[in-house]
């Protein structure tokens, strides 16, 4: 007995560090890319972005995430700053829904987790982009401000740069070298620790649950879709590095692995906690029902027509 739980800790152990090794590397990535953007970025090249149509602002805002590369973990602060600058609350909901899939460290990584399939690829680009565009579409009547106070926030940097998430720009002198690498260790710090609880979940639950449980999901479209989607929300790992958690789950049909890497960095548990203190209540409802639904019908409909 003692040697079937020995050998049990040690692949759990081994699963663990295997799926944290694989997906560092696109974690410290995406980290330096937000941390560029932060200090690198102008207001004035932002702004340049708006288009004057509703339509055309939805979709510039939907593949936005190609020049304004983030993950979710810092998406809502920068979607903040967007709406306070100006931009149309309905633009910035479809950079935000989007712009964590929708970036080329985050496809990069979902090629190279799912053994260089090109349809997860384009699969979850696509549904997400899908999304972006839809949620858009659907706030883009509402007349309200989206935030619940949207007035600028006024603070001042600490001496070598401040580390928050506001987006501003360092002032002069400071040294913007010491600045990227604080962007990096705290964006590291913060997406590190949901990157090791969801190494922990996979591998115990492939290691721990017993096969006939698990038997039960892997073998309804409808129950694996479910599952996986409750996972993902649970988990909260960053989309930098959510395709090589959802990779693991290799018993699970593809296509629920594929909803796992869709709606998690939409609605998870630290993007919920950033939207209540961030949105008002119809614009929550909104991000969170919509895409909830969309990213189950749409992988449903993909299971039942590719099998």
Known sequence: MSEILFEKIQLFTLHSVAIFLEATPFLLLGALLSALFEVFAPDRFVSKLIPKHKHRAILTGAFMGFLIPTCECGVVPIARKFIQKGFPGYMVISYMISAPVVNPIVLISTYIAFRYNIWMVAGRAGIVLLIAICVGWMLSREKEDFLINNKEDNHSCSGEGCSCSHNHEPSKGENKLLIILRHISNDFM???????????AASGI??????????????????????????AVALSVCSEADAFVAASFTGFPLISQLSFVTIGPIVDLKLIAMYVITFKKK?????IIAPTIMVFVFCYLLGKLIG
Not at 206 to 231: H, Q, R, W
Not at 283 to 287: E, F, G, H, L, W
């Open 206 to 231: 492939k290691t721990f649950l017993p096969g006939d449980v698990l038997s039960i999901f892997e073998g309804s479209l409808i129950l694996s879709i479910i599952a996986m989607m409750f996972l």
């Open 283 to 287: 614009i929550i409802r909104t991000v």
């Open 190 to 200: 913060d997406m590190g620790a949901y990157l090791i609880i969801g190494c922990f």
